[in-house]
């Protein structure tokens, strides 16, 4: 939530309702129906979890915000989209309707956000074949056949995506995976043994290199052993 005034209003609420609905709620500290309307769209909109933002505007403090909306009477309520108002309502509404307006403004999930959602390897394959450039779409899926022992496919599904973030942690996993190595007991050993060998073996360095990127950032393993790869090759 923000309070804006005549001099940010543009930024806060107009430009942003570029990115995400924006819901403007008009009130004084005098008006009664404002004070009980208040914490009811407060409420309903942390409900959006971000995709609606609130901004709350004094209209006694801001005149020209007032007079830019026609105020005559409040509480009054706008919804802005892409810059422009695409809904209001004036008064103190019940809790359901203001949920119903805040509602209306969430974009429609898509198809591929549904099948998403379920999150089963059926339902996220069909999902690839509806966008296949999702990368999200692509780390649920090859977190699941990964989870199913399945890492060739895992490889497939996130060929087509640089192997950066969480793309880059779940293709190290794979290849893993794939070439029977455990992250579990005798990683430290493997380690020291894949660093002996980097300088001269690529087949080694890579192995060494996926270790790191499975292990993650925060295991302190991952850091160690990457500055003394480094200096091992430079």
């Not at 309502?89 to 974009?107: H, T, W």
């Not at 956000?113 to 999702?134: N, T, W, Y």
């Not at 995976?177 to 001269?200: N, P, Q, S, W």
């Amino acid at each position: 939530m923000i309070d804006a005034t005549d001099v940010n209003f543009a930024e806060v609420a107009i430009e942003r309702s570029k990115t995400v609905p924006v819901v403007v709620d008009l009130w004084a500290e005098w008006c009664g129906p404002c004070k009980t309307l208040g914490p009811i769209i407060e409420r309903v909109v942390a409900e959006t979890d971000g995709r609606v933002e609130l901004v709350k505007v004094d209209v006694d403090a801001n005149p020209q915000i007032a007079g830019a909306f026609r105020a005559q009477s409040i509480p009054a309520v706008h919804a802005l989209s892409g810059g422009k108002v695409v809904d209001s309502f004036i008064g103190a509404l019940p809790e359901d309707q203001v949920r119903a307006f805040v509602q209306s403004l969430l974009p429609v999930a898509s198809e591929a956000d549904q099948l998403l959602e379920k999150g089963d390897v059926v339902s996220l394959f069909s999902a690839m074949q509806l966008e296949p450039g999702r990368e999200d779409i692509a780390i649920a899926l090859a977190t699941e056949l990964l989870d199913q022992a399945r890492p060739d496919e895992a490889l497939d599904v996130l060929a087509k995506f640089p192997e950066a973030g969480e793309v880059g942690h779940l293709a190290a996993r794979a290849r893993l995976h794939a070439a029977g190595v455990d992250l579990g007991a005798g990683t430290d050993a493997r380690l020291d043994e894949l660093l002996a060998r980097a300088k001269d073996d690529d087949t080694a360095r890579q192995e060494l290199i996926d270790l790191l990127d499975a292990l993650g950032p925060d295991d302190p393993r991952t850091s160690r052993y990457r500055r003394a790869l480094a200096s091992t090759l430079f």
